[in-house]
T-cell receptor, first 113, second 112 residues
Framework: KNQVEQSPQSLIILEGKNCTLQCNYTVSPFSNLRWYKQDTGRGPVSLTIMTFSENTKSNGRYTATLDADTKQSSLHITASQLSDSASYICVVRTKAAGNKLTFGGGTRVLVKP | DGGITQSPKYLFRKEGQNVTLSCEQNLNHDAMYWYRQDPGQGLRLIYYSQIVNDFQKGDIAEGYSVSREKKESFPLTVTSAQKNPTAFYLC???????????FGQGTRLTVV
């Protein structure tokens, strides 16, 4: 069964500190993996996309990694800001018919001053 | 501005009533999707449409219905058969050959 598991479920960090979110998946065959940021009560917005051949990709203070062998991805937030408070969702697309998306449950991040 | 618009943002429904959630996009995307989001859970696919006048059931279609009469519009009806309709509903669209799904701002439905 295709699954995407994220950890931790939630975390609290102080402004200016770094944090790393984890995503493990069993989706197969793998097409790509996206990290989305979802502010409370809003729709998700794409942060970055990782394909099979990519190991690291950055978008400002967000850096995503992908290990396709172990089927793990991480999202690192550097020098966190209050505006980083949101849910971060890992989404994996399969190459199978329909290009189905499988969503993780998200990690809720709260940045405190 | 191009985008995908959901309305209303908040919706209250009495038990036993049907209610329709609106989703409109002016991105010229062929594919549109409806997801349900519950606290602590990943988004679950309700229905999707790859092209006008065609739609397919997702993983949790029971108690829901959709139509796709126009490319721009993909309304979702939550029927009285849906036993636990209180949730946050997200609509998304995607262009052909593009892997990114663009989401609306969501509709929070509460059954009272």
């Amino acid at each position: 069964k295709n699954q995407v598991e994220q950890s931790p479920q939630s975390l609290i960090i102080l402004e200016g500190k770094n944090c790393t979110l984890q995503c493990n998946y069993t989706v197969s065959p793998f097409s790509n993996l996206r990290w989305y940021k979802q502010d409370t009560g809003r729709g998700p917005v794409s942060l970055t996309i990782m394909t099979f051949s990519e190991n690291t990709k950055s978008n400002g203070r967000y850096t995503a990694t992908l290990d396709a062998d172990t089927k793990q991805s991480s999202l690192h937030i550097t020098a966190s800001q209050l505006s980083d408070s949101a849910s971060y969702i890992c989404v994996v697309r399969t190459k199978a018919a329909g290009n189905k998306l499988t969503f993780g449950g998200g990690t809720r991040v709260l940045v405190k001053p | 501005d191009g985008g995908i618009t959901q309305s209303p943002k908040y919706l209250f429904r009495k038990e036993g009533q049907n209610v329709t959630l609106s989703c409109e996009q002016n991105l010229n995307h062929d594919a549109m999707y409806w997801y349900r989001q519950d606290p602590g859970q990943g988004l679950r696919l309700i229905y999707y449409s790859q092209i006008v006048n065609d739609f397919q059931k997702g993983d949790i279609a029971e108690g829901y219905s959709v139509s796709r009469e126009k490319k721009e519009s993909f309304p979702l009806t939550v029927t009285s058969a849906q036993k636990n309709p209180t949730a946050f509903y997200l609509c998304a669209s995607r262009a052909p050959m593009n892997t990114e799904a663009f989401f609306g701002q969501g509709t929070r439905l509460t059954v009272v």
